[in-house]
């Protein structure tokens, strides 16, 4: 082995052991769902939305959440939270769901949800608009104008929860079961998810394999592209 080859596998195992896990000291971690509740402060009402997923790292690989914290009081944050494998894989499908929710009274959702479902059916925030077409009508929630912002963050579509939505997304969450709505629309695969968050479904696969320059470039800086 020659000097030049040695010194190529050394940098590369630097970059490997430097972006591995360990090394990211300034993101939280989250092993699982139940982490939420420890590591997360926020003000209820609020919902922790995943928008991107990442895996770095060239030896030791490290997994990567991107979050949205949506919430009546301080609009919304980001932040950026190194997760378990196990808990990556889980949720893989789930970009764009609310991985936990939690609501005016305290009630924990541990279960990937639509962003939202806390705030529907609370007067405070909203009320239900009976809306008419020539063979039926239903009953769709409208948040009031004063937290219009809640909706714009959450990413949801307008008529995300008819009044028959919610119940429906109400009793799986009850039995612990994902509800991607009435049409499939949410989760990575829903066709409203990658209208809101174009950049990540642009972007390559976490798993995608990498040439030489590029991995050089994406152990150098974690390229993050969701909202």
Not at 84 to 103: H, P, T
Request: hydrophobic share 35%; aromatic share 16%.
């Amino acid at each position: 082995m020659n000097k030049f080859s040695l010194y190529i596998l050394l940098v590369l195992a630097f970059l490997g052991l430097s972006q591995s896990p360990h090394s990211q000291r300034d993101s939280i971690y989250i092993a699982d769902e139940n982490a939420f509740v420890s590591k997360i402060k926020e003000r209820s009402p609020f919902a922790i939305i995943l928008t991107d997923y990442y895996k770095d790292g060239l030896i030791i690989h490290g997994h990567y959440h991107r979050y949205k914290i949506v919430s009546s009081v301080s609009r919304y944050r980001t932040i950026i939270a190194r997760v378990s494998r196990k808990f990556a894989e889980k949720n893989i499908n789930n970009i764009g769901m609310a991985l936990y929710q939690r609501d005016a009274k305290e009630k924990k959702i541990l279960t990937p949800s639509i962003p939202g479902w806390i705030f529907v059916n609370n007067p405070i925030y909203g009320y239900w608009e009976t809306t008419y077409t020539k063979s039926s009508e239903q009953r769709i929630w409208r948040f009031h104008k004063s937290y219009a912002y809640i909706e714009k963050a959450l990413g949801i579509h307008p008529e995300t929860f008819t009044e028959e939505s919610f119940k429906k997304a109400s009793v799986f969450i009850s039995h612990n079961a994902i509800f991607y709505g009435s049409k499939n629309e949410y989760g990575t695969f829903g066709a409203h998810t990658q209208k809101v968050f174009p950049e990540f479904f642009n972007k390559k696969s976490p798993d995608e394999k990498w040439d030489f320059k590029t991995l050089l470039q994406r152990s150098l800086k974690i390229n993050w592209s969701g909202q």
